[in-house]
């Protein structure tokens, strides 16, 4: 099994930074993208950033020029450093991962999310 643990939300004020961390932990073979999403109460789970194992990186739109995704492929490790943030980036923040098990069965594996709230 493949394991997800998320840390750094909080609250913050506008135009504040704040830094998510997520450790992949487990029967790890490889782990190809990795990514952030977020979810706000009655609302669909978004995409907020993802990378792949090269390091190519997609933002929504609503982050680009705010947050930063970078992952450490030796330490299956993921993180997303968010600036300037808004009171709409409010949300539980997910993190996301999918490769193979060293049994090499592809798996998808969801954190257990942290809540960021921006206010002042």
């Known amino acids: 099994q493949v394991q997800l643990v998320e840390s750094g939300g909080g609250l913050v004020q506008p135009g504040g930074s704040l830094r998510l961390s997520c450790a992949a932990s487990?029967?790890?073979?490889?782990?190809?993208?990795m990514g952030w999403y977020r979810q706000a109460p009655g609302k669909e789970r978004e995409l907020v950033a993802s990378?792949?194992?090269?390091?190519?990186?997609n933002y929504a739109d609503s982050v680009k020029g705010r947050f930063t995704i970078s992952r450490d492929n030796a330490k299956n490790t993921v993180n997303l450093q968010m600036n300037s943030l808004k009171p709409e980036d409010t949300d539980v923040y997910y993190c996301?991962?999918?490769?193979?098990?060293?049994?090499?069965?592809?798996?998808?594996?969801w954190g257990q999310g942290t809540l960021v709230t921006v206010s002042s």
């Open positions: 487990g029967s790890i073979f490889s782990i190809n993208a």
């Open positions: 990378i792949t194992r090269g390091g190519s990186a």
């Open positions: 996301n991962a999918g490769g193979l098990s060293l049994n090499y069965r592809y798996f998808e594996v």
